[in-house]
T-cell receptor, first 109, second 114 residues
Framework: KNEVEQSPQNLTAQEGEFITINCSYSVGISALHWLQQHPGGGIVSLFMLSSGKKKHGRLIATINIQEKHSSLHITASHPRDSAVYICAVRSWDTDKLIFGTGTRLQVFP | EPEVTQTPSHQVTQMGQEVILRCVPISNHLYFYWYRQILGQKVEFLVSFYNNEISEKSEIFDDQFSVERPDGSNFTLKIRSTKLEDSAMYFC????????????FGPGTRLLVL
């Protein structure tokens, strides 16, 4: 079983729609990261969370430590949001990030 | 804005050859990482590096791999004798401190082993 599970694997949306991507994990963590991977392969860090909620522009990330679950929301989605969104966690006793398989988002005009 | 840079962007090599992938982390960062992503698969941790030594490595990071910080700016990943299955995108990342800190990723080096 994967330690980090994301859903859905693929998501298509019309421009303007509200998007939710989910991440569940099975290990105790010190932090959870949401990352964006562009079609060319580059990875950009969006959020790093250890509790609560963070907002940056149209992006909102939440985490529920008790339920071992995080969500990434995109409000008023735009075609430029099309990318793979990756959830990654760091467990308490390790340096390494454990990555989910990613959610491929396509937003159509 | 400071960024992590990686060279080369693409490398093609013959099986059995040595390759060195180079990274320049953000200048005031202290923790450095290498990750790889085989085409169509998830990103995997390879190694973390702090204070001129490896702090953690994964099962993937066997004796064929080594890392080095040869000077104050570069951070390198060497694969001694490449195998076909080493073909992947290799990402370098750095962070200012450990644990609860954002990691900044480089653009990646796409390695193809023939």
């Amino acid at each position: 079983k994967n330690e980090v599970e994301q859903s859905p694997q693929n998501l298509t949306a019309q421009e303007g729609e509200f998007i939710t991507i989910n991440c569940s994990y099975s290990v105790g963590i010190s932090a959870l990261h949401w990352l964006q991977q562009h079609p060319g392969g580059g990875i950009v860090s969006l959020f790093m969370l250890s509790s609560g909620k963070k907002k940056h522009g149209r992006l909102i990330a939440t985490i529920n430590i008790q339920e071992k679950h995080s969500s990434l929301h995109i409000t008023a989605s735009h075609p430029r949001d099309s990318a793979v969104y990756i959830c990654a966690v760091r467990s308490w006793d390790t340096d390494k990030l454990i990555f989910g398989t990613g959610t491929r988002l396509q937003v159509f005009p | 804005e400071p960024e992590v840079t990686q060279t080369p962007s693409h490398q093609v090599t013959q099986m059995g050859q040595e390759v060195i992938l180079r990274c320049v982390p953000i200048s005031n960062h202290l923790y450095f990482y290498w990750y790889r992503q085989i085409l169509g698969q998830k990103v995997e941790f390879l190694v973390s590096f702090y204070n001129n030594e490896i702090s953690e490595k994964s099962e993937i990071f066997d004796d064929q791999f080594s890392v080095e910080r040869p000077d104050g700016s570069n951070f390198t990943l060497k694969i001694r004798s490449t195998k076909l299955e080493d073909s992947a995108m290799y990402f370098c990342a750095s962070s200012e401190v450990q644990l609860q800190e954002t990691q900044y990723f480089g653009p990646g080096t796409r390695l193809l082993v023939l």
